[in-house]
């Protein structure tokens, strides 16, 4: 695994920003791929050069537009639609620009710990439950691949490792990029990693055992107070991140609930975060 790609936007600002500071804190140096999803990306790239990059010197660091996608397939699938489902696509077709492994990351995946891309191994496969928001993509996908109901597939986490070959076979496989990326958007919930790993299964391509080790944890949903009857707590929350940053085991945090929504809450995170 040689290289990092992260796909942000202008409302990513502030996880990114903290982002940057863990790369250039723990991670080893390495080459860092950042798409911006923005029609307009001006703002964005002024605001990276100014607040972002000096925290990325020991890295080699490329920044690229999502016009820099747009040799591969016809604009016209996404040019309509949120920038939830373009990231995914970009994601995808990073690997028609590579010939190397790459760990897809969000905004959202923060560092607290050194760490080296080596440590970062793929999960284990768990079956999806009949009622999650990602069943029709993946009852869509196994479909289309001849695999079995009971197929198991890896979280749709990130940290996430993509091969490009593996990535461009699942799109030819298509008939075009196009055709691909045209079937892949008419999902109301698509899961690029959902077919990525169902792809991969059905070619025996994808070789690398999971494992539960605690070395990423993710915060979804926000922690809940039993006691009182389920009411969100944010205070909770913050001593859960809190004891998940000092876990020695835990090397990367994830942040995608109520925390990074509330702008209020954001200077308790930054000062847990082991940044400074």
Not at 85 to 98: G, P, R, S, V, W
Not at 126 to 133: E, L, T
């Given at each position: 695994m040689q290289e990092v790609l992260i796909v942000t936007c202008d409302r990513d600002r502030w996880q990114f920003l903290l982002q940057c500071k863990s790369i250039g804190k723990f991670l080893e140096p390495t080459k860092v791929v950042v798409v911006i999803n923005e029609i307009k990306p001006q703002s964005w790239l002024e605001w990276f050069q100014e607040q972002c990059q000096q925290f990325l010197q020991k890295h080699h660091i490329t920044v690229l537009q999502r016009e820099y996608f747009f040799d591969l397939f016809d604009y016209f699938y996404i040019h309509t639609s949120g920038g939830w489902?373009?990231?995914?696509?970009?994601?995808?077709?990073?690997?028609?620009?590579?010939n190397e492994s790459y760990l897809v990351l969000d905004s959202k995946n923060w560092f607290v710990k050194p760490i080296k891309l080596s440590?970062?191994?793929?999960?284990?496969?768990?079956?999806?439950?009949?009622?999650?928001?990602?069943r029709e993509v993946f009852d869509a996908t196994i479909i289309r691949l001849n695999l079995p109901q009971e197929t198991a597939c890896r979280p749709i986490l990130t940290p996430y490792k993509f091969e490009p070959g593996i990535v461009k076979d699942l799109i030819l496989s298509f008939g075009s990029v196009t055709n691909f990326v045209s079937w892949f958007m008419k999902f109301k919930q698509p899961g690029e990693f959902i077919v990525y790993d169902l792809y991969a299964q059905s070619i025996d391509a994808e070789t690398e055992p999971g494992n539960d080790l605690i070395l990423s944890r993710n915060f979804w949903y926000g922690t809940f107070d039993s006691i009182h009857k389920q009411n969100y707590s944010t205070e909770l929350d913050l001593r859960q991140l809190e004891r998940t940053i000092n876990d020695p085991t835990v090397k990367i945090v994830g942040i995608a609930s109520r925390l990074v929504q509330d702008i209020a809450l954001r200077p308790q995170i930054e000062r847990l975060l082991p940044l400074n």
């Open positions: 489902k373009t990231q995914q696509i970009f994601k995808m077709l990073y690997a028609y620009k590579t440590e970062i191994t793929p999960r284990q496969r768990r079956c999806i439950d009949q009622k999650s928001s990602w």
